[in-house]
Nanobody
Framework: QAQLVESGGGLVQAGGSLRLSCAAS????????MGWFRQAPGKEREFVAA???????DYTDSMKGRFTISRDNAKNTVFLLMNSLKPEDTAVYYC???????????????????WGQGTQVTVSS
């Protein structure tokens, strides 16, 4: 049974940094696109970043230059380094993985088959 487990969330001051981790188990995701989404209260889940197995990545424009997605296929883990955090970054952050072996980096949640339970990120002023 495939599982994704996020960790690394917490409370941080504005301008600070957090590093989120997503550990996969049950199967290898080395040939799958993996991504991060977030959902704030009262808002729909939105795309944050994703990365394919060859290292190609995509980000929401507001994240570029602040967030960095990376992966360690040997450890079946994907990371999201978040720098210069802002209060508007406050949300539950979810790790997700696509099922099909495609290099296309989708920004739509419906294209991702596996999801973690999420980790809360709260950025205070």
């Amino acid at each position: 049974q495939a599982q994704l487990v996020e960790s690394g969330g917490g409370l941080v001051q504005a301008g600070g940094s957090l590093r989120l981790s997503c550990a996969a188990s049950g199967r290898s995701f080395s040939n799958n696109v993996m991504g991060w989404f977030r959902q704030a209260p009262g808002k729909e889940r939105e795309f944050v970043a994703a990365i394919n197995w060859s290292g190609d990545s995509d980000y929401t424009d507001s994240m570029k230059g602040r967030f960095t997605i990376s992966r360690d296929n040997a450890k079946n883990t994907v990371f999201l380094l978040m720098n210069s955090l802002k209060p508007e970054d406050t949300a539950v952050y979810y790790c997700a993985a696509r099922l099909s072996r495609t290099k296309f980096i989708s920004q739509f949640p419906s294209q991702y088959a596996y999801w973690g339970q999420g980790t809360q990120v709260t950025v205070s002023s």
